[in-house]
């Protein structure tokens, strides 16, 4: 991410289920209380995925928790919520997804130019082997990093 961009929520479990082949920036159609509970990093997207229907773009299972002080003003936690993409890109996006069996996964939620924005990867599912072979990477990097702070 690159400068004036506040990363607001991670999907850690993406990366560790999926192989992550491109990654495109998408708007989200919010409402006030969302934004501010958005921003007070009261959201999940851990279980989330995106979903193309009739040529639009919508993310579903995103939990954006009430806004404490919205009162009657805030949605649906679990509402799905319309992603903002030019046609072409859905048109690309869907094409992906029906033909080669990929998936769409939120990655991150963060503000950009004071922009609610929601980084979208077109993954491949791992299998049982590729984590595993993820988790001795990640073991062995940690290994290194000890290793060189020790020799210090």
Same mark, same amino acid.
């Given at each position: ?78 509402? @799905?919520? !319309? /992603? ?7 048109? &690309? *996006? #869907? ?19 004071? @922009?609610? !924005? /929601? ?7 791992? &299998? *049982? #082997? ?23």
């Amino acid at each position: 991410m690159s400068d004036g961009v506040k990363v607001l929520i991670k999907n850690k479990k993406a990366y560790y289920d999926y192989f992550i082949d491109e990654t495109l920036e998408a708007g989200i159609a919010l409402a006030g209380s969302e934004v501010k509970s958005i921003r007070a990093g009261k959201a999940n997207i851990r279980d989330a995925y995106v979903r193309i229907v009739d040529n639009e773009a919508f993310v579903v299972g995103m939990h954006v928790s009430p806004y404490e002080k919205g009162s009657f003003f805030n949605q649906d936690p679990l509402r @799905k919520r !319309k /992603l903002l993409l030019h046609k072409r890109e859905i048109a &690309k *996006l #869907y094409s992906l997804v029906t033909q080669r069996g990929l998936t769409l996964v939120p990655l991150t939620v963060y503000l950009k130019q004071g @922009k609610v !924005k /929601l980084e979208i990867g077109v993954a491949r599912g791992k &299998k *049982l #082997y590729d984590k595993r072979r993820s988790i001795a990477e990640r073991d062995a990097q940690r290994a290194r990093e000890i290793a060189t702070k020790v020799a210090r």
